[in-house]
Structures are given as C-alpha cells and as structure tokens.
C-alpha cells in the first residue's frame, strides 16, 4: 500500500474525531424508501448502522414500502389512486400496506441481526424494537378527494421510544399507524420521519432519496439551507422533483419545530450516510434553524483550533511561526470563522495607530473551505474592523498570495511603506512583498 494511503486514512480519522465526540448519546432519525430494501442497498447500510451504534448514536429507523405496495396492487391486477402526492388508500391497497411492512420489517430486523465473522457485521450485537408507536388518524376528505384508509400522524409514543434507545435498541418505525378504536393506517414515510424526529428532539433527521440532494435552477447541489430559504425554493421553484420536495418540506417543518439537523442525501452512493455525517463538506443538502458559519471574535479556547490551521502553513514557510504562548497574549487580535462549531478559518489585526495603518496577519483557512470565499468574509471582516479604529491602510506582508491581495484591491510597495516600526522588524530573508490598500 502507498505511504499516502494510510496518511489519507489517518487524517480523515483525525479530523472525524470531534463529530464523534459530538455525536455520542445523540438520537438520530433515518428514513429510507422500500426500493433500499428491494435493491440490495440495505446490506450495506447495515454496516453503517453498526458503526453509528457502536459509537453510541442512538437511531431510530423509518422505512417506507411504497415500492413494494405498488408491485403488489400491479399484481393483484388493481388499480389505486393519488392526490396530493398520496395514496388513495382503499381496502385492498390497505392489505398490500400491511403485508408489505410486515414483511420489510422482517428482512430488515434479519439484516440487522448478521454477524458474520470478517464482515463489518462481526461482533455487532443491534436489538431492534418496534411496534405500535404511532398512533394515527384518518386524513379523510380532502379537496373533495375520501382518502379512506390513509391517514396522519397523532401522536409519536416519544416515552416508550426513549425508553427503548436508553437500553441501547434500535428503534424501527413502519409507515402504518393505529388508531385508539384498533383501525390502522398507511402513512407517509416522511411524516412518520419528521413527527418521530420532532416529538424526540432529535439531533438529526436524515432522509435517503433518489436525489443526490435539492439542487438550484442551474443544477448545483445546495450544500446547506435554513428553513426560511427552503421554504422560498418550495413556493417559487417548480422544479423540485416529488420526492425531494416532499422530503424539504418535511425537513424545514421539523427544524422549525427543534430539531437541530435534517440532511437529504442520495441512497445510491456507498457509505453515503457516513461521507455526509463524518466530513466537513457532506454529500448532499444539510437544513440547519440557523446558519452553521459564524465570523466572531477569537477565544482563548480558539487557540487549538488557530493551531491545527496555521502550523502546516507555518512547516511550509508560507507563515511566520507563532507559538501557542504568543498566540494567547494576541488572541484579541484574532477573528475566527467557525462553520459547525469547527474553526475553519482565522485572521488577525495589528494596530499602528500612530501612523493610522493595520496589519492584516495570519490570514489561514482549512483547505476545504479556501474556494468558498472564506479568506474573502476574513479579510473583509479585517477591513471593517480598521475602519471601526479610524485606520487609513491596511498592509499584508506575504510571500505566495500577492495576486489573490491584489485582485481586492492591494497595491505592492517597498519596504519603506510600511510603519517605522514594522520596517524595524521586517525580515529581509524571508523576501515578503509588501501590499497596501488604502481604507
């Protein structure tokens, strides 16, 4: 094996350390169609499913059987009926919804209990529990439409949900409810999602789809939404397909009501969930209540982060090496860019009051944000706080990025523009070019 093979390896392992952390104990919800099922695909999400418990997330599983209904009602020769994107459900589609989640919780409960030695099944020892945790009732007529045995959510039983993840299960949900007087109901698999992740203060609602994501007017995959631009693009944008903008309105109702995350990725890609729930840019569409970038001031709880930024830079000469101790002493100086509570991208000021200049230093960003306008929302953030202080120029010294500073507007000089001060101190042998822009 190359040696830059198990570098990669031990690098991503590094840097999926702290959403381990922040994922112990946590609840998460995912749902997926019966076509997951159907095609072979769940074998491997099993395995993702093991190591997410084996890490101590505790899950709780929505399967839909939509697929498995419609192959059976085309079997039995029948035909049903849809409105507003759902099923009409009559009697015989009720027996096909009833069968067909009956069986799908068989297969999956029998994935889920594998643990076949060198496989990365082995050793796993899942508990799943389900059973009539969703009370419904019937949605009835719409629109001038009976939908008969289709129903809506009333209530997700969250108590003896939690009950069950507190004994380390895993909880399996159908997309059937039952009523008090003993009727039961298909329901929507992204309703039963969404109400069970919002009824447990879910930490995250996940939905596989077909979709690599919700993507915009020219195609691009939309990385991250907040509720108030989801529900834009669901009113305006015509071009959702159903089952994505099904699954958006799902995931924009339950961030609105608590949950922290809701994530739509594609079921097709091979250890997607893992790739979206373990690096930093994900595969698919993260709605967030918030945005999950915050430009503030740096802490002295920021330093191991400003660290782990600029010490390959500083091993590569591109920055002047500063210590942890000095870095303490100047944390004022600092503004940090967090995106999902990781420190993403950091810059400092200093000040030369006397001769009305600032020094923009230590500009760093991770590598995977610096083609995302970070270093453009830092050094922005640099020149508003200049202006604040009443400063007339700003100078960077640098020695590989003269043409980014120069396309956003600096201007290189000599050595004698800069503050007495700073010319005391400038070193010759590293051959930096000195950039002014006048504020």
Known sequence: MPLSSPEKFVNWFRSAAPYIHAFRGRTFVVAFGGEVVADGRFVGLTHDFNLLASLGVRLVLVHGARAQIDARVKQLGHRTRHARGLRVTDDVALACAKEASGRLRVEIEALLSTGLPNSPMAGSDIRVASGNFVTARPMGVVGGVDFMHTGEVRRIHAGAIQSRLEQNELVLLSPLGYSPTGEVFNLALEEVASAAAVALGADKLIFLMDAAGVTGRRGELMRELTPRRAENL??????????????????????????????????????????????HEGIGTMVTPDSIEALRAAKIDDIGGILRLIEPLEAEGILVK??????????????????????????????????????????????????????????????????????????????????????????????????????????????????????
């Open 234 to 279: 669901l009113a305006r944008d015509g071009s959702l397909e159903g089952g994505v903008r099904a699954y958006l309105a799902c995931a924009v109702r339950a961030c609105r009501q608590g949950v922290k995350r809701a994530h739509l990725i594609s079921r097709h890609v091979d250890g997607g969930l893992l790739l979206e729930l373990f690096t």
């Open 322 to 439: 500063r210590s942890r101790d000095l870095l303490e002493r100047e944390i004022d100086r600092f503004v940090v860019l967090e995106h999902d509570r990781m420190t993403v991208g950091c810059a400092a000021l200093y000040r030369f009051p006397d001769e009305k200049a600032g020094e923009l230093a230590c500009l760093a960003v991770h590598p995977d944000f610096r083609n995302a306008g970070a270093g453009e929302q830092l050094l922005n953030e640099i020149e508003s706080r200049a202006r604040r202080e009443k400063l007339k120029r700003l100078f960077v010294l640098t020695t590989r990025a003269v043409h980014w500073f120069v396309e956003r507007g600096f201007i290189e000089a000599g050595v004698d523009a800069l503050p007495r001060r700073k010319q005391a101190l400038f070193n010759y042998q590293r051959r930096s070019k000195v950039l002014i822009k006048q504020l």
